[in-house]
């Protein structure tokens, strides 16, 4: 298990990223025990493999069209 601070390194985003995307509801899922958020290493390499792209006309933010429709 990561802590925020250590799962923003390996994601390439700042702490205050991950803070607003949890709660926004979006960003990779977590583990909350108690007060301590934990991010399990296979949950950001799986998030990050659904972020892949082949080409940049393709839609920038389908994920949220996905969740939208």
């Known amino acids: 298990m ?3 601070r ?3 390194a390996r994601l390439g985003l700042s702490i205050s990223t991950l803070n607003k995307w949890r709660v926004y509801g979006t960003g990779p899922t977590y ?3 108690g007060s301590a958020v934990f ?3 296979a949950d ?3 998030w ?3 972020r892949r792209r082949t080409s940049t006309w ?3 933010n389908d994920n949220q069209q996905k969740a939208a429709a």
């Open 44 to 46: 950001l390499d799986a």
């Open 31 to 33: 583990l909350k025990l």
């Open 6 to 8: 250590d799962a923003a």
């Open 58 to 60: 393709s839609a920038g």
């Open 2 to 4: 990561l802590k925020v």
């Open 48 to 50: 990050l493999a659904e």
């Open 39 to 41: 991010y399990d290493p």
